[in-house]
């Protein structure tokens, strides 16, 4: 079974311009979780999909911060326009049931640096 | 809200020595404990997990117990090698997961 897989692994941009990551989850995983690590700080939650749905999208820092998931499946996070504190590495995480003690299964993650 | 807190790093280590790293959270009710690690290049694999006090979580000769009286769920090895050395990452299951800041730690040979 392949893990979660996250595109690109590294991404360099200047402030101002756009970056778009992609997650594709395990498969038959409903539950996808974005992430984020800034600066060797504590991973923090950005917000959670069930199906194609927001579950919970209360982590987003602000709305330069764009999620989707279409039909379900991978699911896409858009940064426009990036700054300088967009910078870290963003996880994606999957897993099947979403209940409290579900396991998420996290991809490698994206490094984004922001000149 | 919900947190965890972490032993700050880094932790260097010699081959064959004991390993504790110290989380403690704070949470409502009694959320599901996880350890994860993050090897050099590459992403968070789930080390081990609890689900309710006092439960081990054991794996690759690591574990942790779910401590409710004291709140803790630290990790624990007995002997530690060069192979271990990764960052690794307390966490928390209620709405959403809390991690703690990760500890770094290298073993040396």
């Known amino acids: 079974e392949a893990g979660v897989t996250q595109f690109p692994s590294h991404s360099v941009i200047e402030k101002g311009q756009t970056v778009t990551l992609r997650c594709d989850p395990i498969?038959?995983?409903?539950?996808l979780y974005w992430y984020r690590r800034v600066m060797g700080k504590e991973i923090k939650f950005l917000l959670h999909?069930?199906?194609?749905?927001?579950?919970?999208e209360s982590g987003m820092p602000n709305n330069r911060f764009l999620a989707e998931r279409t039909g379900g499946t991978y699911s896409t996070l858009k940064v426009q326009p990036a700054e300088l504190e967009d910078s870290g590495v963003y996880f994606c995480?999957?897993?099947?049931?979403?209940?409290?003690?579900?396991?998420?299964?996290f991809g490698p993650g994206t490094r984004l640096t922001v000149l | 809200g919900d947190s965890v807190t972490q032993m700050e790093g880094p932790v260097t280590l010699s081959e064959e020595a004991f390993l504790t790293i110290n989380c403690t959270y704070t949470a409502t009710g009694y959320p599901s404990l996880f350890w994860y690690v993050q090897y050099p290049g590459e992403g968070l694999q789930l080390l081990l997990k609890?689900?309710?006090?006092?439960d081990k979580g054991s794996n690759k000769g690591f574990e942790a117990t779910y401590r409710k009286e004291t709140t803790s769920f630290h990790l624990e090895k007995g002997s530690v090698q060069v192979s271990d050395s990764a960052v690794y990452f307390c966490a928390l299951r209620g709405p959403d997961m809390r991690f703690g800041a990760g500890t770094r730690l290298t073993v040396k040979p």
């Open positions: 995480a999957s897993s099947r049931l979403g209940g409290l003690t579900d396991t998420q299964y």
């Open positions: 999909f069930v199906k194609e749905s927001k579950q919970d």
């Open positions: 609890a689900t309710k006090a006092d």
């Open positions: 498969s038959g995983h409903d539950n």
